[in-house]
């Protein structure tokens, strides 16, 4: 068997096109959508994810608001630019990139966000809100892995999934989202103190892996027909991108994301949809 390609580019490419008309009509209503983000510090990755949301913003009529700080810069001075986005009403939504530099207290800044500004669905009062089954703007990863699946039919109701990972921007918010009733799977959230992880994936119709571990699926452990997303990201000593999975895994599935090119395009698209729902509810 050799897997179907779980195509994030082209699928991010549809949702920006359909944005683009939904931004259109919001500009006719005097409202024009403007995504901030806040960048500490020099790491590369994070300097070209930031960089590919300013151009999709560009591509779909989102303003952009840019603001950047060193990796020298304290608590205070990261608080005050929150502080300024929070008030500034040209940023209808933005976002801090993630990982802040060490030493910095991340949850301290996630909370002092605006709630109604958090573009990413990570503000623990969206986070609550999500757990309660209120309306909330979703986790842009977690989303990006619905919205493959469902594009492609991977069946999610009834499945069985297997999450590996537990940081706060994929591995906790994706259980969430998948055991709400709309999507009704049985999840197994697996970690760095799971026993016998292959065990559990050996069981697994959904795989979502999310541990930053390269090639840490094997082809060994995937139930043939399963369907496999690769969210983790390593580098080679080239600085090539490296999933958590092996690609022998194609073989034996059924549904593989590709990585690059799979979950990352769509989490930059799930983050417009949420500037953009949320700059449409402000004129509903
Ligand atoms: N505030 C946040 N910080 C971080 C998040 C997040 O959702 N919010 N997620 C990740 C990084 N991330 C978004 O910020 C992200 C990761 C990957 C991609 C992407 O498009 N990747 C490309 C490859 C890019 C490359 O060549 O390096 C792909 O997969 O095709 C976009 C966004 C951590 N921080």
Do not use: F
Not at 42 to 62: F, T
Not at 211 to 221: K, N, P, Q, T
């Amino acid at each position: 068997m050799t897997a179907q390609i779980l195509d994030g580019k082209a699928t991010a490419a549809a949702i920006k096109s359909d944005l683009t008309a939904r931004v259109a009509a919001l500009k006719e209503k005097g409202v024009t959508p403007g995504l901030g983000t806040i960048l500490v510090g020099d790491d590369p990755g994070s300097q070209k994810y930031v960089a590919g949301k300013h151009r999709d913003c560009a591509q779909v009529g989102i303003a952009s608001i840019q603001r950047e700080l060193p990796a020298t810069a304290t608590q205070e001075e990261i608080e005050a630019v929150v502080r300024e986005l929070n008030e500034d009403p040209a940023c209808t939504g933005y976002i801090v990139q993630l990982p802040l530099p060490k030493g910095i207290d991340e949850n301290r800044i996630l909370e002092l966000m605006d709630p109604d500004k958090d573009a990413d669905g990570l503000h623990p009062m969206n986070l609550g809100r999500l757990v309660l089954n209120e309306s909330a703007p979703l986790p842009c990863t977690p989303n990006g892995v619905l919205t493959l699946l469902r594009q492609y039919g991977v069946e999610i109701k009834g499945a069985e999934v297997v999450v590996v990972g537990r940081g706060v921007t994929i591995g906790r918010p994706m259980p969430l989202l998948l055991t709400r009733r709309s999507e009704n799977a049985t999840v197994t959230q697996c970690h760095t103190g799971t026993r016998d992880l292959s065990a559990h994936l050996k069981r697994a119709d959904i795989i979502i892996a999310a541990a930053g571990s390269a090639h840490l699926v094997r082809a060994e452990d995937v139930k043939p027909g399963a369907a496999v997303l690769d969210v983790g990201v390593s580098r080679s000593a080239e600085g090539k991108i490296v999933g958590d999975v092996h690609p022998d895994v194609a073989e034996v599935a059924a549904w593989i994301s590709p990585n690059p090119g799979g979950v990352g395009p769509m989490t930059r698209a799930q983050l417009l949809v949420n500037v953009v729902e949320a700059a449409e509810r402000s004129v509903d």
